[in-house]
Nanobody
Framework: QVQLAESGGGLVQAGGSLRLSCAAS????????MGWFRQAPGKEREFVSA????????TYADSVKGRFTISRDNVKNTVFLQMNSLKPEDTAVYYC????????????????WGQGTQVTVSS
């Protein structure tokens, strides 16, 4: 089992940047593909980005491609989401998740979740 804890959320103006972190503890972090998801009020949880166990491959939702960058540090057991050029529509609770299998975009296939961190982008 792996425990996840997100940090780095906050309030930012449109066009600004934030860097989210997700610290993992418990099982071997490098055994897990990691994903970032978000959920806005009244909306379905949606995929943002994911990264393979080694960090060699990443994938992004079209809505964030070119603005967000996912990375991981398997020594520090942490996955990051660098968010640039933020837009009001990026406002949501952001969750990191772990999956002990191949990288995936479907949130229901991830077995471990953090508590989430709020990101609010003002216009």
């Amino acid at each position: 089992q792996v425990q996840l804890a997100e940090s780095g959320g906050g309030l930012v103006q449109a066009g600004g940047s934030l860097r989210l972190s997700c610290a993992a503890s418990g099982r071997t972090f490098s055994d897990y593909a990691m994903g970032w998801f978000r959920q806005a009020p009244g909306k379905e949880r949606e995929f943002v980005s994911a990264i393979t166990q080694t960090g060699a491959y990443t994938t992004y939702a079209d809505s964030v491609k070119g603005r967000f960058t996912i990375s991981r540090d398997n020594v520090k057991n942490t996955v990051f989401l660098q968010m640039n050029s933020l837009k009001p529509e990026d406002t949501a609770v952001y969750y990191c998740a772990a999956r002990a299998s191949k990288i995936a975009t479907a949130w229901r296939t991830y077995g471990y979740w953090g508590q989430g961190t709020q990101v609010t982008v003002s216009s």
